[in-house]
């Protein structure tokens, strides 16, 4: 089994900065692509930024270009979400995800963490 354990949510004001991380424990052989995704009340999740293994070549929203920053630590298992100039828009619950293979016979699982709260409001 895995676990992915996010931390670093909060409340902040408009214009402030807030850094996720996401730690990945348990059966790892290899993990590919990161990511984190958000749902706002009453709306889909949706695909935040990602970030692949290797390269590290990284994929964002539209929304947060220029704003937000992924990274990953391939030696702690865990991926980081640097978001600043934070907007109202931005309120909403932060979930990880990655794609974990637990052995090197085994194809690659999708598993999510449990998700941060992040409000942004004066």
């Known amino acids: 089994q895995v676990q992915l354990v996010e931390s670093g949510g909060g409340l902040v004001q408009p214009g402030g900065s807030l850094r996720l991380s996401c730690a990945a424990s348990g059966s790892i052989f290899s993990i590919n692509t990161m990511a984190w995704y958000r749902q706002a009340p009453g709306k889909e999740r949706d695909l935040v930024a990602a970030?692949?293994?290797?390269?590290?070549?990284?994929n964002y929203a539209d929304s947060v270009k220029g704003r937000f920053t992924i990274s990953r630590d391939n030696a702690k298992n865990t991926v980081y979400l640097q978001m600043n100039s934070l907007k109202p828009e931005d309120t909403a619950v932060y979930y990880c995800?990655?794609?974990?293979?637990?052995?090197?016979?085994?194809?690659?699982?999708?598993?999510w963490g449990q998700g941060t709260q992040v409000t942004v409001s004066s």
């Open positions: 995800n990655a794609e974990v293979a637990s052995s090197h016979y085994s194809g690659y699982i999708n598993y």
């Open positions: 970030i692949t293994t290797g390269a590290g070549r990284t």
